[in-house]
């Protein structure tokens, strides 16, 4: 039998111009401490963001995402805040903030599988 273990999530959003309060969810941060799993998966749908905002630089947004991912995976080269503890890392990716990039607040749930509750997420919350 396979035992359900507590996870957190949190979406995150691109907020083109934060003054207007529109964004587009890009990807989904999930940490489940019992599978040691802290990972970031993102899509950007170019279409969509260029839709609220047509000057975005797509390239810029690309890297903050790619940075997000690094330090959420504990990725050393990526500064200080990469080799703190999973929980730590996740805590400081998803604290509340008023950039381009945002996190929804943190979610929690239980899964079987970390890797698969966040391929599902990805699809239902921004694919």
């Known amino acids: 039998m396979s035992v359900r273990t507590l ?7 691109m907020v083109p111009r934060v003054e207007r309060e529109e964004f587009v969810n890009v990807g989904v941060a999930l940490y489940a401490k019992k599978f040691r799993y802290a990972e970031f998966l993102f899509y950007l749908n170019e279409q969509k963001i260029k839709a609220l905002y047509a000057d975005v630089d797509i390239e810029m947004i690309k890297e903050h995402l ?5 330090i959420c995976a504990g990725n050393n080269a990526y500064g200080k805040i990469a080799t703190l503890e999973q929980s730590e890392r996740f805590r400081w990716l998803t604290a509340n903030r008023s950039t381009i990039i945002q996190c929804s607040p943190s979610h929690t749930g239980l899964c079987i599988s970390a890797e698969e509750t966040h ?3 990805m699809k239902k919350l921004v694919l």
Do not use: P
Request: hydrophobic share 40%; net charge negative.
């Open 119 to 121: 391929i599902e997420l």
């Open 7 to 13: 996870y957190e999530y949190a979406v995150v959003r």
């Open 66 to 70: 790619e940075s997000f991912q690094q």
